[in-house]
């Protein structure tokens, strides 16, 4: 997509993945391997889940990751018209406000590992969508808090994953708690990808000028 300046089309490639055609592939096999996964689990997940907070959650997440994925795998192309960008829009903001809702859920059962970690998800996801759409290079103050807030924000999560891992309680919580680490692995790769070409085609073009 290309809402603001910072998604100028570096080199005419889609803008998930731009490395050599053995890398494309092997992404490509990564992420369509992780989203099969998580649609496995979510099934397994919907399955044994009674209570409507739970259930809710993750049917929104699952409308976030895929605006998102289209989104970051499109960043160097315009949408096609206004009624494209309403519909991503729309879907982006009822999974936003559906997520929050959820969250308010899991405060109000007092399940706190819940709350600690959608909290940081949705932190993770705002730091995303800034990368996405804010304008500028990213460099200096803001690039080192881009990097640092989103270390943060990952290790929470990673722990969060791990004490479910640990308790062996809820083997799906575990389970789908890495998984969507993986998802969003497959997130930052298409992001990471747009940036690296953006830079090299800035790069390139300021060779080409003289001094």
Not at 157 to 185: N, Q, R
């Amino acid at each position: 997509m290309q809402p603001s300046s910072h998604h100028a089309t570096p080199d005419g490639q889609r803008g998930a993945w731009r490395g050599g055609g053995m890398a494309r592939t092997a992404f490509h096999v990564f992420k369509w391997t992780v989203y099969g996964l998580l649609a496995v689990n979510t099934w397994l997940y919907f399955s044994t889940k009674p209570t409507l907070t739970p259930f809710i959650d993750q049917l929104a997440w699952i409308t976030l990751l895929a605006t998102m994925e289209y989104e970051s795998s499109t960043l160097d192309q315009g949408y096609s018209g206004p009624w494209e960008r309403r519909i991503v829009t729309g879907l982006t903001g009822l999974a936003y406000a559906v997520i929050v809702f959820a969250w308010i859920g899991y405060i109000r059962e007092e399940e706190w590992l819940d709350v600690v970690n959608s909290s940081a998800w949705l932190l993770i996801c705002a730091v995303l969508f800034w990368q996405m759409y804010a304008p500028g290079d990213y460099e200096g103050w803001e690039a080192r808090a881009i990097r640092w807030g989103k270390v943060v924000l990952y290790l929470t999560v990673a722990g969060c994953a791990l004490v479910w891992t640990i308790e062996a309680s809820k083997p799906l919580d575990a389970v789908d708690a890495w998984l969507w680490l993986a998802c969003f692995a497959v997130i930052e790769l298409n992001v990471f990808g747009f940036e690296q070409g953006s830079a090299s085609a800035r790069s390139a073009s300021g060779g080409s000028t003289p001094d």
